[in-house]
């Protein structure tokens, strides 16, 4: 099976689908050859022993082997991006890059010191989500340590520093919302981005408040995607999906997807006081499974504080520890 794909635009560029679970299926790995025939790997993708495979085959494709690895270079600190590169790292001794942010994400979500698999439930626990949903998100959590291990030895990137890569240059760009510390990467000169998953072609990224990380992330998003969408782009390559020539249009599109969204819930708000479980199954339904629950959950949160940001909404403490949200 070959599962390399040179992209149409410009020579040099490489699309890998690396396998992960539904509904996404695949993430969009990429491949920069350099003139020296040695190249870059953008986002590897999550660890499991079918992947490694996937990998095995895909440099077979081209032509190459492990010891052809420059270095890898990280959008962000999700599995699903960073898992393979610590894998790859010690097989090769490459570099591994990505934001300090970014890293430091991936430390307190997956180091080991974290201790998310328990913090998290919590959270979700006093915004109103019932105990056995609360227990599958613990037993949940716990499955990305095999994905993601080992952590990789990290050489940072600077936002607007430049990097060179499949024969041309780069230039990173920071953005929050989706991920903390999340890097773009935009060549000028051909009007390419490299963009992970900060704005994608068909689907919403997932904008999540989680305890002890970006307190505003859809703020942090929207902000973001007003800084991308004033770059020319003339073909974007996501991290999920195929790539995509509308890129300025969406970054439009996303935009007002979330004013939207934010119009709905405010809408919500206007009929009575609720936790935030419960307009999460009034906003995404009650039939969602454990890792899309925990996706929404946190959305619908994100969501949430920024309409306290915008004082359109309060948030309340009860006695008991527990919140829930009024106009």
């Not at 495979?53 to 494709?61: P, T, V």
């Not at 405010?266 to 925990?294: K, W």
């Amino acid at each position: 099976m070959k599962r390399t794909e040179e992209m149409s635009m410009t020579e040099g560029i490489y699309r890998v689908k690396i396998s992960m679970s539904f509904p996404l299926r695949w993430v969009n790995s990429y491949v920069l050859s350099e003139p020296d025939g040695k190249i870059t790997i953008i986002d590897p993708g999550p660890r499991n022993l079918e992947t490694e495979q996937e990998w095995n085959e895909a440099l077979a494709d081209l032509g190459l082997t492990f010891g052809d690895i420059r270095q890898i270079v990280l959008t962000h600190h999700h599995p699903d991006h960073l898992g393979l590169s610590g894998w790859m790292q010690q097989m090769t001794g490459a570099p591994v890059r990505m934001s300090t942010r970014s890293r430091e994400e991936a430390d307190y979500m997956w180091g080991p010191d974290s201790h998310i698999n328990t913090i998290l439930p919590d959270y979700y626990s006093r915004h109103g989500m019932p105990e056995d949903k609360t227990e599958q998100i613990y037993e949940h959590m716990k499955t990305f340590t095999s994905q993601i291990t080992p952590l990789p030895n990290v050489t940072p990137i600077e936002d607007g520093e430049w990097l060179g890569m499949g024969g041309r240059r780069w230039v990173a760009v920071e953005t929050g919302g989706h991920a903390p510390g999340h890097l773009s990467f935009y060549a000028p000169e051909s009007m390419e981005i490299l963009c992970g998953d900060a704005v994608l072609p068909q689907i919403s990224p997932n904008i999540s408040l989680q305890p002890g990380s970006d307190p505003q992330p859809l703020l942090s998003y929207m902000e973001g995607l007003q800084r991308l969408g004033e770059l020319n782009v003339k073909q974007a390559y996501p991290g999920h999906r195929n790539p995509f020539s509308t890129f300025n249009e969406r970054t439009v599109q996303l935009l007002a997807h979330h004013e939207e969204r934010l119009q709905k819930l405010a809408d919500r708000m206007q009929e009575s006081p609720a936790n935030a479980y419960d307009i999460c199954v009034h906003m995404f339904g009650n039939r969602l499974g454990t890792h899309q629950l925990r996706f929404a959950m946190s959305e619908t949160l994100a969501h949430l504080q920024e309409l306290i940001r915008r004082e359109v909404v309060k948030q309340v403490q009860q006695s008991d520890g527990t919140f829930y949200f009024q106009i």
